[in-house]
């Protein structure tokens, strides 16, 4: 038995995304060393590089991959090998404007992001199966490859190009046939919508007829759900029979529906990302009636996230993308905690200047100390609230009200705006619960993260609020 093959059959695999074409490659052994020595059993490559396979229309890299493939086949680490497919390479928009999709009719999505693309358009189908056959039957014979993961996190967007809407129509004339049909089972006559000719149907742009908007999100799930199937069928094309096809699903996507879109895949893979450290707390924090985001709000909606890629095909399922500390600003929290790559690791080192690469609380305004010497940094400006509104108007005082002193109006106030502390502080042997200020739960997290480095000081500033 292979290690491709003892992979695939086992229970549980574990491991990350890795992308080795972000990193010097002189690093790649060590980084595959550190990966065995946490035992990692698989890795996810190549779904995010179309530039890279194919630079110029045409002209084909592909043997940029084979080191890291060899090198994780030698410790027995398997490999799933993503298509590129939804990010689109310069050149191709270039060349094909067309290709570009509406999130209005007659309204071009800019370019710069990913997942722009009409994927139904045939100038993209074209160059997307190209590339896919010439990556898929360069490496479908690799032994550390298990399977594949076709395109990435699919239905970003609701597109309303005029080739799509003309779909929707089509269908709409297919499912009912006579036009009075349609307005008979819609209820048209309501609101003066009452059909004389499918070419009288209006765009989804200005709708308001939930019938209309059902079948609308049909239609945009069921073309999301050909496009992964159309992409496996070209896979399997190459594929052994102990090699998967799956695709990574993030269930909060507009245009998918998951239980048909996993019909014609093998097996469930998702994305479970969630709210970093009080995020997890229990009991969970009340909340307003939000509905979910991409990322889970509390610990009983990570829970959910799980149900939900179970139920899709009512079967075990792949995770494969979640986060291990913060992706960003909006999943660490409280203390946003940003530290340097150190060379040869896969996650934060301990080397750098750590206080110059520390994101104060969104939710408090903090004065910044260096960490390893104990310098007095510049007071950072005010951030604004992270929802876009105004600037919190609670700030760090002074120097003379730092020093004691606060201004005629104000009292002092230790817990701004600090989140809710669960359990006790372990700094200086205080043990106390309730709420406690940004400066300290950043403090107490540097001296976690620091161990080697405990008698470096973080300055606690004094923080003042108005009177009510």
Known sequence: MTPGQGIASARVLFGAAYYPEYHPAELRKTDLDLMAEARFSVIRVGESVWSTWEPDDGHFDLDWLQPTLDGAHERGIGVILGTPTYAAPPWLVRLYPEIAGESESGRRMGWGARQEMDFTHAAFRFHAERVI?????????HPAVIGFQVDNEPGLHLLHNHGVFQRFVNRLRAQYGHIEKLNEEWGL????HRLTDWADLWTPDNNAQPQYEQAWRRFQADQVGEFIGWQADIVREYTSPDQFVTTCIDYGRPAIADDDLTRRLDITAG???YVMQDGLSLPARPRRGEGQTWAAQDIWEFYRTADRMYSSR????????????????????PARLRRPMAPGRLGPGRQGRID????ALADADLRRRDVLGGRAATQRPPRPHLSGGRPHRRRVGTRRESRGQPRPGRRRCDAVLAPQQVGHDRTAGHQ?????SGSTLVRDHLRRLLPERGSGSWARSARWCRSP
């Open 271 to 273: 994305n479970a990302y």
């Open 189 to 192: 006559v309501y609101w003066s």
């Open 314 to 333: 009512q079967e075990p399922f792949l995770v494969t993308e979640t986060n291990a500390q913060a992706v960003g600003p909006v999943l660490d929290q």
């Open 432 to 436: 106390r619960t309730g709420r406690r």
């Open 356 to 359: 110059d690469r520390i994101l």
């Open 133 to 141: 056959r010439k990556v898929v039957a360069r490496y479908a014979d």
